[in-house]
């Protein structure tokens, strides 16, 4: 290992003069001093501007299943599709193609648009709820994420809200209901007091922005009835849990849980830029053109990324790939659950299928015994039950700094790249292999 970071520091030199803070998503500039530049790729690992390799668990974070080599009848489809000509202003088969496969997989989409990130995914739901319902107000969970958009971009509580950046009319806040997640008695209040306003309940139901909280039994089926009740539509925002968590089922399909309208991005375009809406026929239609909800978008169904998404999703299906990757999550988690039990009792192992995080926490349990073995499913019979993440707020009390400033840097002079800090998911992937996860646990040894 090197730790020669001279290219890197020039490439953010450059980029710090024509690019707000030397980066295109925020995320990127919390490494400090200053990130690495990646070069390239190569299946699990990738290789920074210095030629440093790491093990890499940040995964574009997020759109990645296959790490950095995609098989071959991915990397064939976008080759045909981007030299037949990149794009037409016409609708394509691939686009009827993809639309037929998810609507085939995911149990509650019976119709999709597909858009060009998550961000547009969430916006255009939140208008189609709006829109389908007659209604304005919004519930969000507090520290859930729904991209970059005026209508989510809101914090505090149902009682006390306000915009959680500048640029945010105030007017918007008094639209947006942020909850705690897994507090069925909040968000029951919440429905006593405005029921008859609220268009939509928009819940990732992982959280999977703030540290990663899985949800507790029946707080999604709480939802559920409250949305039911009240007539306001549930919504999944499964831009990160889409085709990673249950498979090809999604979330929903892993939970048992129908929403009305979903939300994917990431892996639904096979790594490049992509967001969808998809629901029942009803809902769906109230889109233009055959809605009035209006909706569009030049890049919209762009034929490369549908062959990406198409063709990845499709060798997913027909191989052992979530298998194989949630093998190794199970590996990883449980390798870190002993880690921890020895080392850190204070820190909670969260993550489920492809995806793990470490959460500094501030309390250990009393004991270990019959602990969640493979990453916390928040059983009331574990012993960490009392402890452990319940919410955004309290992945956040967490020992956050000592996360980013100190164990992160810990773990790359090892050779293992985590995601930039506290809150953003890692993801395993259909490239990584027993031998990285096995390095990966003996990194965290060192490092706790
Ligand atoms: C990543 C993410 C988004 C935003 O998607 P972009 O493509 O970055 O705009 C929205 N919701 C969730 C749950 C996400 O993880």
Redesign the pocket.
């Known amino acids: 290992m090197t730790d020669d970071f001279e290219r890197s520091r020039e490439l953010y030199d450059r980029a710090l003069s024509v690019l707000p803070g030397g980066v295109n998503s925020t995320v990127r500039a919390v490494t400090e001093p200053y990130p690495q530049f990646a070069a390239h790729g190569e299946s699990g690992h990738i290789i920074d501007a210095d030629g440093n390799r790491y093990i890499d668990w940040v995964m574009a974070?997020?759109p990645l299943l296959y790490g950095h080599d995609l098989p071959e009848p991915v990397t064939a489809a976008i080759q045909s599709h981007a030299s037949e000509g990149p794009i037409y202003g016409l609708p394509t088969e691939v686009e009827v193609d993809h639309a037929e496969f998810v609507c085939r997989h995911v149990p509650s989409v019976e119709m999709i648009r597909f858009v060009n990130?998550?961000?547009?995914a969430?916006v255009s739901a939140v208008r189609l709820a709006r829109g389908y319902t007659g209604r304005n107000k919004v519930v969000i969970m507090q520290g859930g994420?729904?991209?970059?958009q005026e209508s989510t971009l809101v914090e505090g509580s149902a009682g006390d809200r306000r915009p959680s950046s500048a640029g945010v009319p105030e007017e918007f806040a008094t639209h947006t209901l942020p909850v705690p997640f897994n507090d069925t008695e909040a968000v029951t209040e919440v429905f006593a007091e405005h029921g008859e306003e609220i268009a939509c309940v928009l819940v990732?139901p992982v959280l999977?922005?703030t540290g990663i909280v899985t949800p507790i039994e029946e707080y999604h089926e709480t939802l559920r009835d409250l949305c039911d009740d009240s007539g306001a539509l549930l919504v999944f925002?499964e831009?990160?849990t889409g085709f990673r968590v249950g498979g090809l089922a999604c979330a929903q399909g892993k939970f048992g849980v129908t929403p009305d309208v979903t939300?994917f991005?990431?892996l639904i375009g096979g790594g490049f830029p992509v967001?969808a809406i998809g629901g029942r026929v009803e809902i769906m239609e109230t889109f233009t053109p055959t809605g009035d909800v209006f909706q569009s978008g030049t890049f919209s169904g762009h034929p490369v990324t549908m062959a990406a998404g198409l063709e990845s999703l499709t060798f997913a299906a027909e191989n052992d790939v979530y298998e194989h990757v949630h093998e190794l999550g199970d590996r990883l988690r449980r390798g870190l659950t002993e880690i921890v039990a020895d080392q850190a009792p204070e820190y909670t192992v969260a993550g489920t299928d492809g995806m793990f995080k470490l959460l500094f926490g501030r309390d250990a349990p009393a004991n270990f015994d019959n602990h969640c073995e493979a990453g916390c499913a928040q059983r009331d019979s574990c012993p960490r039950y009392g402890t452990c993440p319940k919410t955004g707020t309290d992945v956040a009390r967490g020992e956050t700094d000592r996360w980013r400033r100190v164990f992160w840097g810990e773990m790359r002079d090892q050779g293992v790249l985590l995601s930039q800090n506290q809150f953003e998911s890692q993801f395993v992937t259909y490239a990584h292999t027993a031998e990285d996860v096995d390095e990966t646990l003996e990194a965290y040894k060192e490092a706790l």
């Open positions: 974070l997020g990130s998550g961000t547009e969430t994420y729904h991209g970059a990732e999977a922005n925002d831009v990160i939300t991005g990431k967001g």
